[in-house]
């Protein structure tokens, strides 16, 4: 079973600059999530989809973040413009909607340089 | 608000011994633990899990044990192993709404052969 796919692998960008990145879930998991994992700390969650749908984004900075999940599979979460304090990795989980507890599988996050 | 804590930042062990990890939290809707081992340069892989209705869960050489009148989890490596070496997230969830996860801060376990 393939597992959750992230890409790009790393990135670089400029303060003010504008950044994409992108998560295939495992296939036929219909939950998805959006974890920022800053240097030393454990993973916060930034946004959960139940398909299409936006379950939890109070943790997401509106301002500058945002994410879609279209057709209920792949999903984007886009930063615009960045801060230097969003330099972290982003974390693409998913799982099985009707699995009765919560294990989440993790895909190997994009890590974000804003200098 | 840290409402999941992992106090002890590293850990060293001899190959061969037991590897003692803690975690605390303060939540008290949290009602399933989660235990995550983290190699460098991938993501978080689940290693093992405990309901908040049981005290201990065994998974070979993995044992998580939970003390719920302290708010306190522990994970034993029995015997420890070179490729055990990683960060291990300790996580919590409670079973309503979301059902999302809250990380600790992790542990960065070393051992020594």
């Known amino acids: 079973e393939a597992g959750v796919a992230q890409s790009p692998r790393y990135k670089i960008i400029e303060k003010r600059q504008s950044v994409a990145f992108w998560c295939n879930p495992i296939?036929?998991?219909?939950?998805l999530y959006w974890y920022q994992q800053i240097l030393g700390q454990g993973p916060k969650l930034l946004i959960q989809?139940?398909?299409?749908?936006?379950?939890?984004d109070s943790q997401l900075p509106k301002d500058r973040f945002s994410a879609e999940r279209l057709k209920g599979v792949d999903s984007t979460l886009k930063i615009q413009p960045a801060k230097l304090e969003d330099s972290a990795v982003y974390l693409c989980?998913?799982?099985?909607?009707?699995?009765?507890?919560?294990?989440?599988?993790f895909g190997p996050g994009t890590r974000l340089t804003v200098l | 608000d840290q409402q999941v804590k992992q106090n002890s930042p590293s850990l060293s062990v001899q190959e061969g011994r037991i590897s003692i990890l803690n975690c605390d939290y303060t939540?008290?809707?949290?009602?399933?633990f989660l235990w995550y081992k983290k190699y460098p340069a991938e993501g978080p892989t689940f290693l093992i899990s405990?309901?908040?209705?049981?005290d201990k869960n065994e998974d070979g050489r993995f044992t998580v044990f939970l003390n719920k009148s302290a708010k306190h989890l522990s994970l034993h490596i029995v015997p420890s192993q070179p490729g055990d070496s990683a960060v291990y997230f300790c996580?919590?969830?409670?079973?309503?709404?979301?059902?999302?996860?809250?990380f600790g801060t992790g542990t960065r376990l070393t051992v020594i052969p």
């Open positions: 989980a998913s799982r099985v909607r009707n699995q009765p507890y919560n294990e989440q599988f």
């Open positions: 296939s036929g998991h219909a939950t």
């Open positions: 939540n008290s809707m949290f009602d399933y």
């Open positions: 996580a919590a969830s409670p079973q309503t709404g979301a059902n999302n996860l809250f």
């Open positions: 989809f139940q398909n299409n749908g936006v379950v939890d």
């Open positions: 405990i309901s908040s209705i049981k």
